[in-house]
């Protein structure tokens, strides 16, 4: 039915307010505590999908990226310390897009075996 539809993109929306009574605003396209998870921009003018949402996945990602220092860092080692520094990584990651084509990009975030679309 359409309430488990609606249900399932609401994710932790409904318990954060449940459990602590914290309304969400808009956070566009990113996933509110989940870092990095976001839309990020191409040389070609499309725009690609990451979600790297575990501290596995992010590693790959910033080996893909070239940014090895950054996956090994104890500053990141854990969403919650990646959500503190979100704004930093979004930026690495969107001029890491920006410099190749959507398929370029698609095509290393496959390789490291990193959610994408």
Same mark, same amino acid.
């Given at each position: ?10 994710? @932790?929306v ?12 808009? #956070? ?25 949402? #575990? ?10 990226? @070239? ?5 090994d ?19 690495l990651?969107?001029?890491w ?15 490291a ?5």
């Open positions: 039915s359409i309430y488990e539809a609606v249900w399932g993109i609401m994710e @932790g409904l318990p954060d307010y449940d459990g602590a009574g914290l309304v969400r605003s808009p #956070s566009g396209s990113t996933v509110t505590g989940i870092v990095p998870t976001n839309t990020y921009p191409t040389k070609d003018g499309k725009a690609v999908v990451i979600g790297s949402n #575990s501290n596995a996945l992010f590693k790959r990602l910033m080996n893909a990226i @070239g940014r090895p220092d950054i996956g860092s104890d500053q990141y080692d854990d969403n919650q310390k990646r959500v503190e520094h979100q704004e930093f990584l979004d930026n990651i969107g001029e897009t920006a410099a190749l084509t959507a398929q370029e990009v698609l095509d290393a975030v496959d390789a075996q990193v959610p994408n679309g």
